[in-house]
């Protein structure tokens, strides 16, 4: 199994993109490369693990480029949308309505009014939410499936900020304390037929995933059977994202194969066969399918420390910078035509971004074959979450995104231009 872009791909991305123009070394100071052969294979494994009738989406906010959602809109996936600016996108990348799923957790009433028009699958966070929605039922025609989230409060990952199914949790309706209401929900509501989870995002080890998993199948069978008199059953279980990723090269990730069939093994023995189960990768699809490359402008020597400045920092890699107990990249180097540095001479450094704070550094102490001025520091793993929480902080250009696919090369987004800026900053 390929879990990672290898260097050799790396090698032959960067300098054809090089030598072809499309990176350009005078203007391009970085630039996202994206790998649609990584997605497919990604997406390969997962459409095997998971029973045919699954419905699977991409979480819209690991990557948001239309051209990289419209690929995934081809093969049938859905998309899962966190926001009316994901809703637009969506919809923008091709995507039909019934393909689209609505979770933000701060609804409004006109949003909620728009996907319930346009018959967007909805998932309610709260309690007051499915209230508001059956408010708006009485005078809006929809044929939305819509699902509550649950708190299936199963306990935290290793990363905290990325773990929501702890004792408390912004997200969802805690199962513990709020069990009789939730099922008073589904026995009001007639058109509420699934349940929501989503139990974090990287950190969550596989068991702590199915344990949530788990719970919500539970949940689903008291409901079954207190809607047995209605003739009528849950129809779905949406198990939201959250399978870790590998960073560190020489770790294997879990195996989805195995997630899928875990999965499907509690469904038999629930007998829950006929539940659809919806998906919402994000990290898992895109993470390893992306890599920065960013040029080294300076290469500070002291005693002490060396340090190199490079064009991508805070601003691309956020979590990285404030958190960087939890988070890690791999990194290489590439000298100025694009060609791996493999010098036997080597030596440790700090490598730091371009904006005006202390903690504006990718990484400590790695060694790394001699830089120098103009090199390339190549940051792996970076399709997911990186250019998607961008930070305008100093006003920096966001930079090119090149996508490969299969052989040939396209731009997927272009830098940024200052009067981009200029309009990001005026009325
Ligand atoms: N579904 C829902 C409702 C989510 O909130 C998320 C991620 C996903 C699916 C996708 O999860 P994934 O498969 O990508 O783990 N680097 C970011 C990660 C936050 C993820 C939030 N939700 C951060 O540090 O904030």
Same mark, same amino acid.
């Given at each position: 199994?390929?879990h990672?872009?290898s260097? !050799? ?10 030598t072809?123009?499309?990176? #350009? ?11 649609? #052969?990584?997605?497919?294979?990604k997406?390969e494994?997962?459409?095997k ?5 699954t419905?699977h989406?991409?979480?819209i !906010?690991?990557?948001p480029?239309?051209?990289?959602l419209h690929?995934?809109k ?7 949308a966190?926001?009316?600016?994901e ?13 689209i /799923? ?5 609804k409004?009433h006109k949003?909620?009014?728009?996907a $319930?028009?346009n018959?967007?699958?909805? =998932? ?5 939410? @499915?209230?508001r ?9 929809s !044929?939305?499936?819509?699902? $509550?989230?649950?708190?299936?409060? /199963? +306990? ?7 773990s ?11 199962l513990?304390?709020?069990k009789?209401?939730i $099922? ?6 007639? *058109?509420?037929?699934?349940?929501h989870?989503?139990?974090g ?7 702590l995933? $199915? =344990?949530?998993?788990?719970? +919500?199948? !539970?949940?689903?069978?008291?409901i ?8 009528r059953?849950?129809s779905?279980?949406?198990?939201? +994202?959250?399978?870790?990723i590998s960073? &560190? ?8 194969i195995?997630y %899928?069939?875990?999965?499907n093994?509690?469904?038999t ?13 994000g ?7 992306g890599f ?10 002291y ?16 979590r990285e910078c404030?958190?960087? #107990?939890n *988070? ?7 000298d100025?035509? %694009?060609r791996l540095k493999?010098?036997s001479e080597?030596?440790k ?9 202390? =903690?504006?550094i ?8 001699v830089?120098?001025? %103009?090199? &390339?520091?190549?940051?792996h793993?970076?399709g997911g &979450?990186t250019?998607s929480? *961008?930070?305008? &902080? /100093?006003?920096r250009?966001?930079?090119?995104i ?8 396209? @731009?997927l987004?272009?830098?940024?231009k200052?009067t981009?800026?200029l ?5």
């Amino acid at each position: 199994m390929n879990h990672f872009i290898s260097i !050799k791909k790396i090698q032959e991305y960067f300098s054809s993109s090089i030598t072809s123009g499309l990176f #350009n070394t005078i203007h391009d100071t970085s630039a996202v490369f994206y790998d649609f #052969n990584h997605l497919f294979y990604k997406i390969e494994l997962l459409s095997k693990a998971f029973p045919e009738n699954t419905f699977h989406t991409t979480a819209i !906010k690991a990557n948001p480029l239309i051209k990289v959602l419209h690929e995934i809109k081809k093969i049938g996936f859905g998309s899962e949308a966190a926001s009316e600016g994901e809703l637009f996108i969506a919809q923008k990348a091709g995507f039909s309505n019934d393909k689209i /799923v609505f979770d933000s957790p701060a609804k409004t009433h006109k949003e909620l009014e728009y996907a $319930l028009k346009n018959d967007f699958h909805i =998932n309610a966070d709260s309690i007051m939410e @499915l209230d508001r929605i059956a408010k708006l039922k009485e005078s809006v025609k929809s !044929k939305s499936n819509i699902g $509550l989230r649950i708190n299936p409060q /199963v +306990g935290y990952g290793k990363i905290k900020s990325t773990s929501l199914a702890g004792e408390y949790s912004k997200f969802g309706v805690p199962l513990k304390s709020h069990k009789q209401e939730i $099922l008073n929900c589904f026995k009001k509501y007639n *058109w509420l037929t699934g349940i929501h989870l989503h139990i974090g995002s990287q950190g969550c080890e596989m068991k702590l995933l $199915l =344990n949530g998993i788990e719970s +919500g199948l !539970k949940l689903i069978k008291e409901i079954n059977e207190l809607l047995k008199t209605d003739d009528r059953e849950v129809s779905f279980i949406d198990i939201g +994202g959250g399978l870790p990723i590998s960073y &560190y090269h020489n770790t294997k990730p879990p195996d989805i194969i195995d997630y %899928g069939r875990k999965i499907n093994d509690m469904l038999t023995s629930y007998d829950l066969d006929r539940l659809q189960i919806i998906t919402e990768f994000g990290r898992y699809l895109h993470a390893n399918s992306g890599f920065i490359v960013s040029k080294v402008e300076y290469v500070k020597h002291y005693e002490e420390s060396n340090t190199l400045i490079i064009h991508s920092g805070a601003d691309i890699l956020l979590r990285e910078c404030l958190n960087p #107990n939890n *988070w890690f990249h791999e990194f290489s180097i590439f000298d100025k035509a %694009g060609r791996l540095k493999q010098n036997s001479e080597t030596k440790k450094y700090h490598i730091a971004g371009p904006l005006c704070f202390a =903690n504006d550094i990718v990484a400590r102490n790695i060694e790394l074959p001699v830089a120098n001025e %103009g090199d &390339y520091i190549v940051i792996h793993d970076t399709g997911g &979450y990186t250019f998607s929480m *961008w930070s305008k &902080y /100093v006003s920096r250009l966001f930079p090119k995104i090149i996508g490969i696919k299969n052989d040939s090369y396209e @731009l997927l987004r272009k830098r940024e231009k200052l009067t981009n800026i200029l309009d990001y900053w005026s009325d």
